[in-house]
């Protein structure tokens, strides 16, 4: 029996177990994600969130943790972790939230104490929507809170790096949502699924850019496996620095792999923090439960209890944006789309805005919704552009679709038009002018042509006269040869048959 | 300027020094430090001076006075500052070996107001080690001599305050108070000292013990300058999300009012054990009190006797962790010789904290451990909201509160330092008010046969503090301190 094989990119190590053993097992997987709030300013003092300044600069008394100085929170941050609840179905913790100080040394850490919130979360109670093998699965949202984030300790790169760790403290009170899924997650692909539709939401809704190379979205797992029928779930372990999609794929496969191995072969698993190394693509033990951190939670004095008046709340939620999934259930319902195509046409708020703008100059959203899919995203993939950046204006776009839907220009004169459009931005009429592209519907005027290709091709006449249709396809091509194409081809079927009739 | 005249200076009197001419802001300031300079041997109660910033801010005051310009309530008053209090460029130890060359990069609000208001800063008093005492023995730069009688502790942990008022060495000064740490030392030197509703005065810039208990607030030879110096430096701070929009009356024009028939309670709880000296001090301050016209009535705050496990249990929580940021990484002195990142914090907070913090981050990070959680820190807090419950209660019957501040007055260097227990039980009756956040205050009340200070504590609704201070004031006038 061939042993199915989970291997990390340049890994040498790999986990043996055979597909139908693992078939007999199920994973649980809840997923924490952190996401980096887009504020200008920092969650409890006034200094700049920018990425890339010189360290140790975008700093104060405050996110430094100077004696004597205190946090004040900043409102905008507030403002967009409630939307970010609010985009995942959640309750506003009423009458108030909580802030609570985890306590943990770190050089990195400069209070000694991330502020952060414990048992009263902004947030609870909500569910993220996913698609998967064209199935929905509603995965719960257990929590939404915010914190603090600490600064970066960097241990290589400097001439003495062997003997010192230096602290960059920039980063140090940049606000941080932590979004806590239910374990609800039954294989890596729903894990997947659930991070991108979950940067997708966050992205809509524009509480962060969820730059993961920048670490505005960062994962970890909780995984456990579980024979199938079992309803219990198996001792759990959380997986740390699943900080890109592939990672978290390649992590949750081994690490499932692995757990799947320790108990077939008898084994138990250790309840423990394991830490995913992307170079072996391996998860590797860090600490086990005894050894596990108590962070000591205690209500953080210095900050008063959140309050979210119904008022604000109101205000918040009248500031929302469409959601991904309200977007896609219209997109099927005003514009005909299939569940696939408005899944596509939403995966991004751009996109779906620019498909918009077309659809609604057009008098055939479903053909502007595969000229978007396909023509488009694939010109601009290849140029490695973004949507915002196409040459080509939705309004232009819609003006090429319906030249075809009128039946001015043919499907096949449109892929040239919108070739030349990408390339030089301009109008289809605009090309179409200067270029004399315009589609020949004058019947008098093809059935000169026809007749002349008739008359200079008498052996195949016959062969049609004589039941062979498919020569049919031969006229029509010389025809199309002889008007560059601009021949209008339904009138040119019909003048044939006519003729040749 | 004579040594006698220094040493009895009050704000008015600097005030009509200054207006009549008769010395300029500079040469106060320079005749203050002198003398302060001079006299401060005796009692250590400053443990550095701030010459350049203190000249700095009398040429100030002369050039608004120069300019005809006001230069605000304290001009040109010399002032000592609690060495917990930041202060921008001048060192701020903590009385901490961690932050033994600590220099602050800013200042804190009450520091920023006090000289907005034209306070002359002379130098940063001695204290309890990160202001964890009742003694001022836990000072790393060691202990601090009361000038009533030297062979005795001058209370904690604002020791160097109230000694340096009290010595006349500044005419006020900045302290700070978690749970007595004002009023224990200001009746112990036989000065007034007040503890602010909690959020009147900013924190921002107080270097934080027990954050929801730590409270900055004035010393003073009399009543009147310690509700000045109170003026100055309450009020909104929007550094400080703890502090309160209250708006701040104005407690100096709010002194001389009548107080005939203010209710005063007076807790059967705390005179039960109360057979000393004190007692009989606090008793004939009852007696003048009831001379002036208040209506004196028994009352009860039930939960007193909790009040010291509970107190104890929530500043040494959120002592553990206010003090985790001294870990020898950043400001904070570092261990050398250590090979890893433990061994750098173990020994840089091994050898930089004293025995009391030590104690006290021993036993916060126990009461804040899994699984004892619920059992003390938040029982404590449990306990806590009863306590402030007694003196809402209480508040309904009477408009005041009046106790003894502590059982016993100032007691020799060394008699308590061995025994923790016996130091923190010394808190009993301040601890109350701290944990409910309400103002109280220190007034003298007499001395002991032996000359030794007596306080009266008076506390009050949260907000009242124009109603305790008028309540101190005519008490003062009336000759409380010689009862």
Redesign the interface.
């Known amino acids: 029996m061939p042993a199915h094989t989970i291997e990390g990119m340049a890994s040498t190590a790999s986990i043996q177990v055979s597909p139908d053993v693992l078939a007999r097992y199920e994973a649980v997987i809840g997923l924490e994600v952190h996401v980096q709030l887009a504020t200008r300013t920092k969650i409890f003092c006034a200094c700049p969130t920018s990425f890339g300044a010189p360290p140790n600069t975008n700093v104060c ?1 405050v996110c ?10 900043n409102r905008a941050a507030v403002e967009m972790a409630v939307k970010a609840a609010l985009a995942l179905n959640c309750t506003i913790r009423q009458p108030y939230s909580q802030f609570a ?1 985890k ?1 943990y ?1 770190y ?1 990195d850490l ?4 991330q502020i952060s919130q414990y048992d009263k979360p902004l947030a609870e109670n909500g569910w993220l929507e996913i698609f998967v093998d064209g199935r929905r699965k509603r995965i719960g949202i257990t929590r939404v809170h915010l914190e603090d984030d600490a600064g970066k300790s960097l241990h290589e790169g400097f001439g003495d790096s062997d003997r010192y760790t230096y ?1 960059d403290l920039n980063r140090c009170g940049t606000p941080l949502i932590e979004i806590v899924s239910e374990p609800d997650l039954r294989s890596p692909e729903e894990a997947y699924a659930y991070l991108n539709e979950l940067k997708l939401l966050m992205q809509y809704v524009e509480v962060s850019s969820c730059d993961m190379e920048k670490g505005h979205l960062r994962c970890d797992a909780n995984v456990s496996v579980r024979q199938r029928g079992v309803e219990r779930f198996g001792t759990k372990t959380e997986v740390k620095n699943l900080n890109s999609f592939r990672f978290l794929k390649q992590a949750l496969e081994y690490e499932i792999a692995r757990q799947v191995a320790v108990l077939e072969s008898g084994g138990t698993i250790t309840q423990e923090t394991r830490l995913y190394n992307p170079d072996t693509g391996e998860t590797v033990g860090m600490r086990t439960k005894e050894h596990a951190h ?1 962070y ?3 209500p953080e ?4 209890p959140l309050k979210i008046s119904q008022a604000w709340l109101d205000r918040i939620r009248a500031s929302m944006p469409e959601l991904p999934a309200q977007k896609r259930a219209r997109f099927v319902r005003q514009y005909g789309l299939r569940e696939y195509d408005a899944q596509v046409l939403t995966l991004s708020r751009a996109l779906s805005d620019y498909f918009e703008r077309a659809a609604a100059a057009s008098r055939d959203p479903r053909a502007v919704a595969n000229w978007v899919m396909g023509d488009l995203l694939g010109a601009l993939k290849a140029e490695g552009k973004e949507i915002t950046e196409s040459p080509i204006r939705p309004e232009q776009l819609a003006e090429l679709v319906d030249l075809i839907a009128t039946g001015e220009i043919s499907g096949k004169l449109g892929k040239e038009i919108f070739a030349k459009m990408f390339a030089t931005g301009d109008s289809p009429r605009t090309i179409i002018e200067r270029e004399g592209l315009r589609q020949i519907s004058d019947a008098d005027a093809l059935s000169r042509i026809i007749d002349e290709i008739l008359a200079a091709n008498p052996k195949q006449v016959e062969l049609y006269k004589g039941g062979k249709a498919g020569v049919l396809g031969f006229f029509v091509g010389q025809v199309m040869k002889a008007t560059r194409g601009q021949a209008n081809p339904q009138l040119v079927n019909q003048l044939l048959k006519e003729k040749l009739g | 300027m004579t040594a006698t005249e220094i040493r009895e200076l009050t704000i008015e009197r600097v005030r009509q020094g200054l207006l009549s001419r008769r010395f300029s802001a500079l040469e106060l300031a320079q005749a203050a430090l002198e003398f302060a300079q001079k006299e401060n041997p005796k009692t250590n109660a400053y443990l550095h001076f701030c010459p350049e910033r203190a000249l700095e801010a009398a040429r100030r005051v002369d050039a608004q006075l120069a300019a005809g310009e006001d230069p605000g309530p304290l001009a040109g008053v010399p002032v000592a500052v609690k060495d917990v ?2 202060t921008r460029g001048v060192r ?1 130890t ?1 009385a901490s070996r961690l ?1 033994e060359n ?1 220099v ?3 200042d ?1 609000t009450a520091v920023v107001r006090l000289e907005q208001a034209g306070g002359v800063i002379l130098g940063k008093t001695n204290c309890d080690e990160f202001a964890m005492g009742s003694s001022n023995e836990n000072s790393a730069f060691g202990p601090v001599r009361n000038p009533v009688a030297p062979d005795r502790v001058p209370g904690g942990s604002s020791g160097g305050s109230a000694a340096a008022v009290a010595q006349g060495t500044a005419v006020v000064a900045l302290g700070s108070d978690t749970g007595g740490s004002i009023r224990q030392p200001a009746s112990f030197c036989g000065v007034v000292g007040i503890t602010p509703t909690y959020g009147r005065v900013s ?6 013990f ?3 208990l730590d409270h900055i607030g004035p010393f003073a030879r009399n009543v009147r300058d310690a509700a000045l110096l109170l003026q100055v430096i309450a009020g909104r701070d ?5 502090s309160a929009f209250a708006p701040v009356p104005d407690y100096v024009a709010e002194l001389s009012g009548d107080v005939r028939g203010v209710k005063v309670g007076l807790p059967r709880e705390y005179f039960r054990d109360l057979t000393s000296e004190t007692g009989e001090k606090i008793a004939q301050g009852v007696e003048l009190l009831k001379r002036l016209g208040c209506e004196v009535r028994e009352i009860s705050l039930p939960h007193t006797e909790y009040a010291i496990a509970c107190y104890y249990i929530i500043c040494t ?2 002592a ?2 206010n ?3 001294y ?1 020898g ?3 904070t002195r570092r261990s050398p010789h250590s090979e890893t ?1 433990s061994d750098m ?1 173990r020994n840089s907070r091994g050898e930089g904290f004293g025995a009391e913090c030590k104690r006290r981050i021993m036993l916060g ?1 126990y009461v ?3 699984g004892y ?1 619920e059992a003390y ?1 938040l029982k404590a807090q449990k306990v806590r909201t009863l306590i402030a419950r007694d003196f809402t209660e209480a508040f309904r019957e009477v408009d005041l509160i009046v106790t003894p501040v502590s059982p016993f007055p100032a007691f020799r260097l060394g008699e308590k330092i061995a025994d923790p227990l016996a130091m923190y039980l010394s808190d009993i009756y301040t601890i109350t008010g701290s944990l409910a956040g309400i103002p109280c205050m220190s007034v003298p009340c007499g001395r002991t046969r032996e000359g030794l200070p007596v306080g009266m504590q008076i506390l009050a609704r949260h907000f009242d503090e124009a109603g305790m201070l008028r309540l101190a004031y005519a008490f003062e006038q009336a000759g409380g301190a010689e009862v």
Not at chain 1, 110 to 113: C, E
Not at chain 1, 301 to 304: A, E, N, Q, V
Not at chain 2, 238 to 242: A, F, G, I, W
Request: aromatic content about 16%; proline content about 13%.
């Open positions: 008394p430094l943790g100077l004696p004597g100085a205190l946090p004040v929170l100080r306590n040394f050089p400069p209070k000694g104490y602290v108590d000591r939670y205690f004095p210095d900050l008063l | 209090i930041l701020t903590c932050l600590y602050p990069p800013y804190a924190r921002y810039g107080l270097v934080a027990a954050s929801s929007p550094m400080d999300s703890t929580a959120e553990s962790s003090l985790a940021r870990d990484v950043r400001y990142l914090y990070t804040l451990s899994a959680y820190y």
